[in-house]
């Protein structure tokens, strides 16, 4: 049950640090709102909150994430811009989830 709630909150962590960005990123760089921004800077606080949520140390956290971010961004690219991922997005994808996964859930004595 821990390992399923910690997938739960890389993946609520991972949606939230890409969508906040995203809104800032469209404030910036797509002349958007600044409510946007706003918006995006709340919700990047968010993410910092879900990531403490995580059982194991800060460290070992950030690391892991950095896989499921990997994997997420190349999701997000495909579902909200519409770049379809090539062979070698996906690969690179798995191996990050992998290396998320060993770092995170591997047992240890």
């Known amino acids: 049950m821990q390992v399923l709630s910690s997938i739960f909150y890389f993946l609520l962590a991972g949606l939230c640090e890409i969508g ?3 809104l800032i ?3 910036l760089r797509e ?3 600044w409510k946007e921004a706003l918006a995006g800077s709340l919700i990047l606080t968010v993410y910092g909150l879900i990531a403490t949520l995580q059982p194991a140390n800060f460290g070992r956290v950030y690391a892991a994430y950095g896989g499921i971010f990997i994997t997420l961004a ?3 690219g495909w ?3 519409g770049i379809v991922p ?3 997005d996906l690969l690179g994808g798995a191996i990050a989830l ?7 859930y591997a047992p240890r004595r």
Not at 98 to 104: C, E, S
């Open 86 to 88: 090539d062979r070698f």
């Open 20 to 22: 906040g960005g995203y």
């Open 25 to 27: 990123w469209r404030w």
């Open 79 to 81: 579902r909200v811009d």
């Open 31 to 33: 002349g958007k709102s």
């Open 74 to 76: 190349i999701v997000w």
């Open 98 to 104: 992998l290396g998320a996964g060993i770092i995170m």
